[in-house]
């Protein structure tokens, strides 16, 4: 996928997360060998917790994952 195709999805999934009440943070890890480089959370916009997509303190969600997440569908 180019990085205009990335940027434009993770676009779409803000503002569906944001229609439910979440925010989409994505981990600010810039070592690509990271475990936890380009991954995601999605965080509850009025408590900050992170609700899902974190295990064990990391991001962990691939922006698949995200979008499951979001629709509705077992991740």
Partial sequence: MTTTA?????TRLRRMAKRQG???HKSRR????AS????Y?????????IVAGAD???FG???DDVEAHL???RV
């Avoid at 990335?6 to 993770?10: Q, S």
């Avoid at 810039?30 to 060998?33: K, L, T």
């Avoid at 999605?42 to 900050?48: K, N, Q």
């Fill in 22 to 24: 979440l925010r989409l």
């Fill in 30 to 33: 810039r070592d690509p060998h």
């Fill in 41 to 49: 959370a999605l965080v509850d916009e009025e408590t900050s917790f």
């Fill in 6 to 10: 990335v940027k434009t999805r993770e």
């Fill in 36 to 39: 936890d480089y380009g991954v």
């Fill in 61 to 63: 969600f691939s922006l």
């Fill in 56 to 58: 064990s303190g990391r």
């Fill in 71 to 73: 629709k509705g569908e």
